[in-house]
């Protein structure tokens, strides 16, 4: 074969390769975003160092500089809620650009506040402007995400995000679901807009179950309402089960840490299943309201 034809053969080749991954990129999005998530990793961007270490675009510093100072406070809860100290030095990523974020968060969605992604939690511009007083609480609701991933065993199964979102609520003391009160919670619980403990994922808010379809707030709209009253329901049932026993607890965090599977860890940890768990706490907060009207 002359030299001339190995080229126009590579160069064929070539073009066929480059055609296909636009076609696989343009069939399956998530590809598309995981790969522009590896381009974008936030270790690139400079960093304060600290008891975590904070990358910034250069025109978010300010806000690099205020979560920073706050870092150790955070850590120090979310240390104590999991039983332990972080695998390694968490890695926070803080964005100027929503585009950037976008690219950089796995999701290609510059509407979500947050995300904890390779073992970084990344911030949108928004938690640096509009919702600037969600910071310290998003902040430290994603060093949860940040600790359990560092101690999960490579492949380990996730546990429904259901148990990760309600951990990182309990832990970060309502981090992520503003807006939406224990009480409020409570309520809903007992009108029956109870969220669906289930193994789905809660990336499209959209699709969170729920026993009965929550009321429209004056204050949320509807996506976020759903949301956050998921999370906090989720919250304040982790935050039970720690409260029940907080051996258990600790035992359930451990293994789920090793990779064991989810609904066989929390058996083994309180000798039941999620559902009926779920039911005795329901019970629980109905006796709490019960007695609280009988008070004089």
């Not at 329901?233 to 840490?257: C, I, K, P, S, Y």
């Amino acid at each position: 074969m002359s030299a001339s034809r190995a080229i126009k053969i590579a160069g064929i080749w070539s073009a066929a390769l480059a055609v296909a991954v636009t076609l696989a990129f343009a069939i399956r999005p998530p590809l598309r975003h995981a790969v522009a998530a590896l381009l974008n990793d936030p270790a690139n961007l400079p960093a304060l160092e600290g008891a975590a270490r904070v990358h910034y675009e250069p025109r978010a510093r300010a806000c690099a500089e205020a979560v920073a100072a706050l870092a150790p406070k955070a850590i120090a809860r979310i240390e104590a809620a999991h039983g332990r100290p972080f695998a390694q030095r968490p890695v926070i990523g803080l964005y100027a650009s929503y585009e950037h974020y976008a690219r950089a968060n796995g999701m290609g969605d510059p509407g979500v506040a947050a995300v904890t992604r390779a073992g970084a939690a990344l911030l949108s511009p928004t938690l640096c402007g509009e919702e600037r007083d969600r910071l310290e609480g998003v902040v430290t609701h994603e060093l949860s995400h940040v600790h359990f991933s560092g101690w999960r065993t490579l492949g380990a199964p996730r546990p429904p995000q259901w148990f990760t979102e309600g951990l990182a609520v309990m832990a970060s003391e309502g981090g992520g679901a503003e807006g939406v009160s224990e009480a409020e919670a409570t309520q809903a619980i007992g009108e029956g807009y109870r969220v669906v403990l289930d193994g789905r994922r809660w990336i499209d808010f959209a699709g969170l179950g729920f026993e009965r379809e929550p009321p429209h707030s004056p204050t949320l709209d509807p996506l976020t309402l759903r949301q956050r009253l998921a999370y906090r329901q989720a919250g304040m049932f982790v935050g039970w089960l720690r409260g029940r026993d907080e051996a258990a607890f600790l035992r359930l965090l451990r293994t789920l840490e090793a990779g064991d599977a989810f609904d066989e860890s929390l058996e083994s940890a309180y000798g039941d299943g999620a559902p009926r768990l779920w039911r005795t706490f329901v019970s629980s907060l109905s006796q709490q309201s019960s007695a609280m009207e009988k008070q004089p």
